[in-house]
């Protein structure tokens, strides 16, 4: 359904977005006409543009040389995954797709890092692991095709047709937990089946650094309400959520949500150590209201159970309204964060859940990890809710919300590398606008040739070359260097700011004389200032003044004592010649 005053035909697949997922510092967009845009951190190819350059807004991948590679085929991609530094794209014809950091095999291929989408070609040498018949019936197998795909730290998940889990890259070992070298992942390019679910359908899976949470099928196939939720893997701070710190090789269920249980898992998350779970309380017949769930490590509340402590149980967390539908929970490094029905987005963990921001200059009672959870809002005390959320996506130190159907984004955490999308590199405090549709598709609305083109054939035949696509190269050429610009004024204006308000600088701190007109009395926005003000920040200004002042008086000192000391050693001596 089109926004009020937006024409129906002008919101277009090409630019809905119906899928994100973010890695450690980049982010991936799936649009619903089957295109993948990604930015953010360019190193190791993560983007898949074919170089390592970091990219301020979304750009689309280009598979134009894959698709040729492929058959002539256009690739529609239906799924994406973002590990810490690799990329996946599942394909509506169930071809796996990979880019980026390869050291343990993530990508499914031999060899170091790849700044292009390549195929995984492994998944069409392998049949599906319970489609072999026995020799009477000469071994026919059915061709395997995967039907989702998931990434971690550095490790590779997908799920085939018939329900069954593969794995690939630094993941979990398929042997006992009796050797005695302790537990220890394994490197492995070749997809390997995860045979424990054997007869049984795997429906949802994720992944943290060294840990797995599937949900599972109860039956032979999943009737709906009926999931079992299964952890693996390392278990040092509790994140499997099995009542101990002991690491499984095999899944085992977790109690709280077994067969027996009146919680219904739907969703499900992993951050580095932890892991976050959605859950439906089947007695409550009467209503849909979900109740989210952490365990694992706790130490910066990623957890918010109100308390740093880590938990090897499932706990509800705390402060969450109980009537509220989640409908998306992730999981960054060191914080959680979840949206409901409504538009409502909670964050909580490390630096006041925007995950981990060391730049970030809170101070006093505005510093420390958010142990419960905080509101975010998404255009101040007038618009606190994200209108028609679609998913919540947590990098390790940044989020990103889609919403208004996936016509919009929003974005907020660590801004550097341009992971946020906005054009900018420097940290967001509160949501900010992902620059959606990106610049260069808002010039092809307008009927111009795409930049891109435009800069490739410079230098080739500058008579082709329109006047209109010159300018168009000198304005874009314009922006950037404005950009550049603003973020460093930006990060100016918010260290400055942080350094005599004790808070990173938002927009609303933005005086209203200089909104409204342009111009600024810095003595009356001063004097008004002071006037609006509470003791604490009076104090906290005061405490600021003394400091500065004590300084300037303590390098005015250094340097009459500099000045006095050339004056005697510039003098001659007295008492005439020695």
Known sequence: MAAAGTPADSRKLSNKVVAIAAGEAHTLALTGDGNVYAWGRGMFGRLGTGLQNDELFPVRIDFDSARRSWGGRRLKFVEIAAGAYHSLGLADDGSVWSWGYNIYGQLGIDGEHVLVPCLLEQFLELGHPDSFRDESESNIRTSLKVSSVKAG????????????????????????????????????????????????????????????????????????????????????????????????????????????????????????????????????????????????????????LGTTRSSMLPEPVKGLPWDVFLISVDCGLFHTSVVSSAG??????????????????????????????????????????????????????????????????????RGRSGVLGNGKTVDCFAPSIVLWPPPTDDFKEMGLDNVDRVKKSKGKDPTRITETEKRLMEAMEEMKILGSKLSVMEKYTSILHGSIFGKPFEERDIPISLQNSGSFDIAKEWENMLESSDRAKLVRLEMFYRNMLVGVKDKILKKRIQEIVRECLDSPPRGGNN
């Not at 060391?358 to 505005?366: H, I």
Request: with cysteine.
């Open 153 to 304: 730290g550095m490790m590779s998940l997908a799920i085939d047709n018939l329900g069954a889990l593969w794995m690939w890259g630094n993941c979990c070992p398929q042997q006992s937990s009796s050797s005695e070298g302790g537990f220890s992942l394994v490197s492995s390019s070749i997809p390997i089946p995860v045979w424990n679910f054997h007869g049984h359908t795997v429906v949802k899976v994720a992944c943290g650094n060294e840990h797995v949470v599937a949900l599972v099928s109860a039956g032979e196939t999943y009737k709906g309400g009926d999931l079992v939720c299964y952890t693996w893997g390392n278990n040092n701070h509790g994140q499997l959520g099995l009542g101990d710190t002991e690491s499984r090789f095999h899944p085992e269920a977790v109690e709280k949500f077994s067969p027996s249980s009146h919680w219904a898992v739907h969703e499900v998350a992993c951050g580095a150590f932890h892991t976050a779970l959605l859950a439906l309380d089947s007695r409550a017949s009467n209503t849909l209201t979900s109740v989210c769930w952490t365990f694992g490590l706790g130490e910066n509340g990623q957890l918010g």
């Open 344 to 413: 409502d987005v909670w964050s909580w963990g490390m630096e006041k859940g925007l995950g981990l921001c060391p730049d970030a200059s809170f101070t006093g009672t505005d510093a420390g990890d958010a142990i419960s959870p905080l509101f975010i809002s998404c255009g101040g005390p007038s618009r606190p809710n994200f209108p028609a959320p679609v998913q919540v996506s947590c990098g390790a130190a940044h989020t990103v919300l889609v919403g208004d159907d996936g016509y919009k984004l929003w974005s907020w955490g």
